[in-house]
């Protein structure tokens, strides 16, 4: 079965740039999306279709996607995105999530 | 404006079965695919399953087959999701989810705690 491995964890400064990635065999065949979740919440879309940023998400959320690899960036990270990120891709009529990822803004 | 409200926390005695709904609203509920997505305690997300509520089809992560089933009701704009045979490790929050496309996930219910204890 298809598999999306992103790092446990991501520490970054306030103001700095988070780069959280997100690796699967040609992945950059497939589209990406993402997700943030705080704790007892629900996930919310922050990317979808690898670039794209659904109304009311932030500017400096943006994402990329090649090869095996698809890149979530926060420039000018806030302490409001410390938070868990998961990456999400489909797959021969399944959806696939990431390991998932731990922003702490330090 | 989009709402999905799902029902409320459950218990239940291993080997139980169990429904949960989630009632739309704010959309066009035939015109989006939705899924359903499990989160145990302290873990990542977990996709299940999808329905089309236009058509009724379904499909589900090979894990789910044979002991999960989602359904809808068009005329009340809710879809179900009933798990049979429930265990320990079944234990989590159940979401639905709306996508846009087929899996960008743009609205989400609440989520569903569903405990499974003796």
């Known amino acids: 079965s298809y598999e999306l491995t992103q790092p446990p964890s991501v520490s970054v400064s306030p103001g700095q740039t988070a780069s959280i990635t997100c690796s699967g065999n040609?992945?950059?065949?497939?589209?990406a999306c993402w997700y943030q979740q705080k704790p007892g919440q629900s996930p919310v879309l922050v990317i979808y279709?690898?670039?794209k940023r659904p109304s009311g998400i932030p500017e400096r959320f943006s994402g990329s996607n090649s090869g095996n690899t698809a890149t979530l960036t926060i420039n000018g990270t806030q302490a409001m995105d410390e938070a868990d990120y998961y990456c999400?891709?489909?797959?021969?009529?399944?959806?696939?999530f990431g390991t998932g990822t731990k922003v702490t803004v330090l | 404006q989009v709402q999905l409200v799902q029902s409320g926390a459950e218990v239940k005695k291993p080997g139980a079965s169990l429904k949960v709904s989630c009632k739309t609203s704010?959309?066009?509920?035939?015109?989006?695919?939705m899924h359903w997505v499990r989160q145990a305690p302290g873990q990542g997300l977990e996709w299940m399953a999808w329905?089309?509520?236009?058509?009724?089809?379904?499909n589900y992560a090979q894990k789910f087959q044979g002991w999960v089933a989602v359904t809808r009701d068009t005329s009340i704009h809710t879809v179900y999701m009933e798990l049979r045979r429930l265990k320990a490790d079944d234990t989590a929050v159940y979401y639905c989810?709306?996508?846009?496309?087929?899996?960008?996930?743009?609205?989400w219910g609440q989520g569903t705690l569903v405990t499974v204890s003796s």
């Open positions: 704010g959309y066009t509920f035939i015109g989006y695919y």
């Open positions: 999400q891709a489909w797959d021969r009529n399944t959806v696939v």
């Open positions: 279709e690898d670039t």
């Open positions: 329905i089309d509520p236009n058509s009724g089809n379904t």
């Open positions: 040609k992945l950059g065949d497939k589209y």
């Open positions: 989810a709306r996508a846009i496309g087929y899996s960008n996930f743009d609205s």
